[in-house]
Nanobody
Framework: QVQLVESGGGLVQPGGSLRLSCAAS????????MGWYRRAPGKERELVAT???????KYADSLKGRFTCSRDNAKNTVYLQMNSLKPEDTAVYYC?????????????????WGQGTQVTVSS
């Protein structure tokens, strides 16, 4: 069984920083892309960042320069470094991993999701 567990959310003042982590565990054969989405109150879910197994990244245009996505393939972990945080960054942040699990080895890789971690930017 595969699990994605996020950590690092919390309350931060405007202009501050937070680092989110998300570790995938279980019987994993391989992991393709990993990344982050977020859902702000009253808004639809939006892409924050994705990163391929080779380290290529893609960001939402509005977040470029403030957020950095990275991963440690040896630890099956993806990170999101968030700097210069603004109140509008307040949201629940979800990590995902497109991966192939041992239990479904013969099937195509699919997305697995974390439970979400709350990030609140407020003074």
């Amino acid at each position: 069984q595969v699990q994605l567990v996020e950590s690092g959310g919390g309350l931060v003042q405007p202009g501050g920083s937070l680092r989110l982590s998300c570790a995938a565990s279980g019987s994993i054969v391989s992991i393709n892309a990993m990344g982050w989405y977020r859902r702000a109150p009253g808004k639809e879910r939006e892409l924050v960042a994705t990163i391929t197994s080779g380290g290529s990244t893609k960001y939402a245009d509005s977040l470029k320069g403030r957020f950095t996505c990275s991963r440690d393939n040896a630890k099956n972990t993806v990170y999101l470094q968030m700097n210069s945080l603004k109140p509008e960054d307040t949201a629940v942040y979800y990590c995902y991993a497109n991966l192939k699990a041992m239990a479904t080895y013969l099937l195509p890789a699919r997305d697995y999701w974390g439970q979400g971690t709350q990030v609140t930017v407020s003074s």
